[in-house]
């Protein structure tokens, strides 16, 4: 099957399709300034351009990873998280602490989705 890869950059792709799934790079926020909630929003709409470019969407979803600079600010990430979340297309998710490498970034989220049956072929 071919590869297809999205957003590429100097050292990564944004995500990358193949065999019917989308794997997402670690998404971070475009503006670093903005608080945990606000970097969660800016990174979670990052996520939705992505799928579309790649033919899915959030409702298609598998796993997601979420890192947090600082877990304590879980509730902050939760609250853009839950206005983010389709309830019916919940995925499978883990929330962790972890250095960054821009101390700046709050959050880093990265996931796998499926594509509809008819894109995948």
């Known amino acids: 099957m071919a590869i297809r890869r999205i957003g590429e950059e100097e050292r990564l792709s944004g995500a990358v399709v193949q065999g019917g799934l989308v794997y997402l790079a670690g998404q971070v926020a475009d503006d670093s300034s903005l608080d945990t909630e606000g970097q969660t929003a800016d990174i979670l ?3 939705d351009a992505l799928l579309a470019e790649a ?7 598998l796993s997601v990873t979420v890192v947090l600079r600082d877990i304590t600010e879980a509730p902050a990430m939760n ?3 839950d206005r983010w979340l389709d309830p019916r297309a919940k ?3 883990m929330t ?3 250095k960054l490498v821009d101390p700046a970034w709050r959050v880093e989220v990265t996931g ?3 594509l509809p049956e008819d894109a995948a072929r």
Do not use: F, M, N
Not at 55 to 61: I, M, P
């Open 91 to 93: 995925p499978a998710r």
């Open 79 to 81: 609250r853009a998280w």
């Open 55 to 61: 033919g899915t969407d959030k409702s298609r979803l």
């Open 45 to 47: 709409a990052q996520i």
């Open 112 to 114: 796998i989705a499926a």
């Open 96 to 98: 962790i602490e972890a």
